[in-house]
């Protein structure tokens, strides 16, 4: 009773509270909303046949420098802890 007589809410704000957010097309954070498809995010990108060969490439000059003895122990350990989940 007290909210009606006050207007729309915390704030002063119209839209914070539950009629007013159902019409829009985003979460309370912003993010859009998912619609009842699967196949309807067009913000995932599955990487084409091209990134996964840089992938595979990148982590093969890795491999490559950790087996470098020249190279700095400081150097050495980063690579290694770049390869850890791999």
Do not use: H, W
Request: charged share 35%; glycine share 12%.
């Amino acid at each position: 009773m007290m909210q009606q007589q006050n207007g729309p809410g915390p704030g002063g704000q119209p839209g914070r509270n539950g009629p007013a957010r159902a019409s829009q097309d985003t979460d309370p954070l912003g993010r859009p909303l998912r619609g009842r498809d699967y196949g309807d995010d067009v913000t995932v990108k599955v990487p084409g046949e091209i990134d996964v060969q840089r992938a595979r490439r990148i982590l093969e000059e890795l491999r490559k420098r950790l087996g470098d003895p020249s190279r700095a122990q400081i150097e050495l350990d980063y690579i290694e802890r770049l390869l850890k989940d791999f």
